[in-house]
Structure formats: structure tokens, C-alpha cells
């Protein structure tokens, strides 16, 4: 069952540009997350958003959450060469289990 | 250091050989759970554990066993592997259950990346 679905699936942009993905899901969350993946390693947890909360900064990142809409966006900015990786939100629902959607693939060009 | 471990890092084997994949973690952390990972298709759950001795299907259980004996070890087992099982493999691990109020992060294992021949 997939819950989270990012969009756009790919995206490519130019070093100190700004990088926005965006997730939508499907049922009432407890909390999203979203996770980054260099290739072929492990994810690496970037931001958790709760339900009742609307906006979190970390950094260059900045997560909003709409529960009204059921989507949230992560925004990056200045970004890097070494934000290229692929980029996943998770949910999180009373009762049941995180689920992932298929990720966006960023790709920061020098 | 904060870590989940697993073993082997890399897998090539053959058809119905069984296969143990290890998976150790360092936090004191209820929750385990196993992905695969495959093109397209992102991660899907294998099965997950709340505590100790208590483990449950995830969405794409066949083919697949898992034991939490121990709070630290989660290992998959491979009874029978087959080539569509070929895939990359994530153990990870979070201090409560995805569903908890306090729930926290996932941390993730560097993967295991499975041909099955």
C-alpha cells in the first residue's frame, strides 16, 4: 500500500538554485518524514513534521505540511553538488507502519 | 557510535541456497524492520518487529523469515532464495513504533545488496 507520493519524480537544477519536492499521501498522518539516499547507501533522516505542525526549518531545508491538502513540500535551498541523491518522504499513521513513496531523484549540476 | 549494522554488505548466491542476513543495532530500539528496495518500485516493507519476540508481515512477506530472540538483532532469512528476490536490502531501526505519539527517525543500515543466480 502505498501512502506517499513525490512529485516530480526527477529533477535537475543548477548549484545555488533552489530545489522544491513535494509528497502527498493519502490518510490521516501522525507525522511525515522525509529521508535523503546517496546512491545505492542507506537513507539518511532529514526532517520529521507532526501532524499539528506547519513549518520546520533545518538548515538550508524547510519542510511545510498542509494536512488539509494531505501534502507536504521540502524546499533546499542554495543548493549544492552534494545535495544530489534521491529524496523520500515517509508517513507515519496511528497503528500503522512508515511507508515510502518512490522518491524524487535531484540532481545539482556544478 | 549510533549505528545499524548489517552483513553481508554484498550477496551473489544461487537458487535455493539459504541465506542469513544480519542485523544488529546499537540503540536499545524497540521497533526493526526490513526493505527491499528495488527500481521503480522504492521500498517495501518485508516484515517488521515491535519488540522483542514480537514480529509481524510487512507488505511483501513470501519468501521471507525473520526472528527477534534478541532487542539489538533482527535477522532475514532466505529459506529457498530465487532470482526474484535479487534486490537491495535495508535493516532499520527507531526508538518507538512508526504509530507512536513520540515516534522518532528511522536510522537506517548501509544496505545489502542481494543476486540470487
Known amino acids: 500500500s502505498q501512502q506517499g507520493e513525490e512529485d516530480p519524480q526527477a529533477l535537475s537544477i543548477q548549484e545555488g538554485e533552489n530545489a522544491t519536492m513535494n509528497c502527498s499521501y493519502k490518510?490521516?498522518?501522525?507525522?511525515l518524514q522525509w529521508y535523503r539516499q546517496n546512491s545505492g547507501r542507506g537513507l539518511v533522516h532529514l526532517i520529521l513534521i507532526r501532524s499539528n505542525e506547519r513549518e520546520k526549518h533545518s538548515g538550508r531545508l524547510r519542510v511545510t505540511l498542509d494536512t488539509s491538502k494531505k501534502s507536504s513540500s521540502l524546499l533546499i535551498t542554495a543548493s549544492r553538488a552534494a545535495d544530489t541523491a534521491s529524496y523520500f518522504c515517509?508517513?507515519?499513521?496511528?497503528?500503522?507502519?512508515?511507508?515510502f513513496g518512490p522518491g524524487t531523484r535531484l540532481s545539482v549540476l556544478p | 557510535e549510533a549505528q545499524v549494522t548489517q552483513n553481508p554488505r554484498y550477496l551473489i548466491t544461487v537458487t535455493g541456497k539459504k541465506l542469513t542476513v544480519t542485523c544488529s543495532q546499537n540503540m536499545n530500539h524497540e521497533y526493526m524492520s526490513w526493505y527491499r528496495q528495488d527500481p521503480g518500485l522504492g521500498l517495501r516493507q518485508i516484515y517488521y518487529?515491535?519488540?522483542?519476540?514480537?514480529?509481524d508481515k510487512g507488505d511483501v512477506p513470501e519468501g521471507y523469515k525473520v526472528s527477534r530472540k534478541e532487542k539489538r538483532n533482527f535477522p532475514l532469512i532466505l529459506e529457498s532464495p530465487s532470482p526474484n528476490q535479487t534486490s537491495l536490502y535495508f535493516c532499520a531501526s527507531s526508538l518507538y513504533p512508526p504509530g507512536a505519539t513520540n515516534t522518532g527517525e528511522l536510522f537506517f543500515g548501509e544496505g545489502s545488496r542481494l543476486t540470487v543466480l
Open positions: 490518510t490521516s498522518i501522525n507525522n
Open positions: 515517509a508517513t507515519a499513521s496511528y497503528g500503522q507502519n512508515f511507508v
Open positions: 518487529s515491535m519488540n522483542v519476540e514480537v514480529t
